[in-house]
């Protein structure tokens, strides 16, 4: 059996970044994107996603050269920026789409006739839009003993809002339970990486050791609360944590 299936949604946008570096030492970045796509209504379609970001070499001031050998390279730097997600719900969330179903109807004549008939299976809100997640990072770069040794570290919080969500409805409107943009969420994570790169005569050798975590809260949820496969995400919990009975130990005996 052969099947097939094709999309048709289109994405515009334009984009625009400005860069700054003074002696090598302080750095700043602001960057400007609107993005419109075709997935949502003509009134909800685009949306608009900056971002600033700044660095300082401090290993190029001269008082840190003057006092600190072991260090060849230290920056820290600092970022906030918005991203934009039009891959949410079904091809077009917006749109109330019909379904379509065979039904027998009596006739005059004693036998049946089938007849299709068409319906609105699922409400729509036709101002469902872009989901956007915030992000506020710091970090900082080193380099030390000649390069030798790197660190790389990163600590982030992101806030993305307007998550797609099964928001409740009264059945006696005889719509299934439409998606909106209702519910948030807040992540805090880190990350860091250690190097060390050398060598012995014409040898040269390098390892890397990275470990980063994370944690995922919900937020907002529209007193929504979703378990599946014995996990449950709901508003103040973590983005989909076990849930099930605990444990008081075994009974060997009574």
């Given at each position: ?12 946008g334009?984009?625009?970044r400005?860069?700054y570096?003074?002696a ?23 949306g ?27 920056k820290?730097?600092g970022?906030i920026?918005q991203?934009?997600n039009?891959r ?6 917006y ?7 065979n039904v027998l109807?009596p006739?005059?004549?004693g ?12 409400y729509?809100f ?22 030798r040794?790197s660190?790389?570290?990163d ?14 409805f ?8 439409p998606?909106?943009?209702?519910a ?6 880190w ?18 050791f ?5 944690r995922?809260?919900?937020?907002y ?30 009974i060997?005996?009574?």
């Amino acid at each position: 059996n052969l099947t097939s299936y094709s999309q048709d949604y289109f994405l515009q946008g334009v984009f625009g970044r400005a860069e700054y570096n003074y002696a090598n030492k302080y750095y700043a970045t602001a960057s400007y994107r609107r993005d419109g796509s075709s997935r949502f209504h003509k009134d909800s379609r685009w949306g608009v996603f900056p971002s600033v970001s700044a660095g300082w070499v401090i290993s190029e001031e001269s008082w840190f050269k003057e006092n600190v050998n072991a260090v060849n390279y230290l920056k820290l730097r600092g970022s906030i920026g918005q991203l934009g997600n039009e891959r949410i719900g079904s091809e077009f969330p917006y749109a109330a789409a019909l379904s379509f179903s065979n039904v027998l109807i009596p006739n005059t004549g004693g036998t049946v006739d089938v007849e299709q008939t068409a319906y609105q299976s699922t409400y729509a809100f036709k101002d469902i839009t872009w989901e956007t997640t915030t992000t506020y990072g710091v970090g900082l770069d080193m380099r030390m003993f000649d390069s030798r040794l790197s660190l790389t570290a990163d600590w982030y919080y992101k806030k993305t809002e307007d998550m797609l969500l099964t928001i409740g409805f009264p059945s006696y409107f005889g719509f299934n339970a439409p998606e909106n943009n209702a519910a948030d969420m807040y992540t805090i994570g880190w990350d860091l990486e250690l190097g060390w790169n050398d060598n012995v005569g014409d040898f040269n050798y390098g390892a890397s050791f990275n470990i980063s975590d994370y944690r995922s809260r919900m937020g907002y949820m529209a007193d929504r609360q979703s378990i599946s496969g014995g996990k449950i995400t709901e508003e103040g919990s973590f983005y989909q944590e076990w849930y099930g009975f605990q444990s008081n130990g075994i009974i060997l005996n009574e």
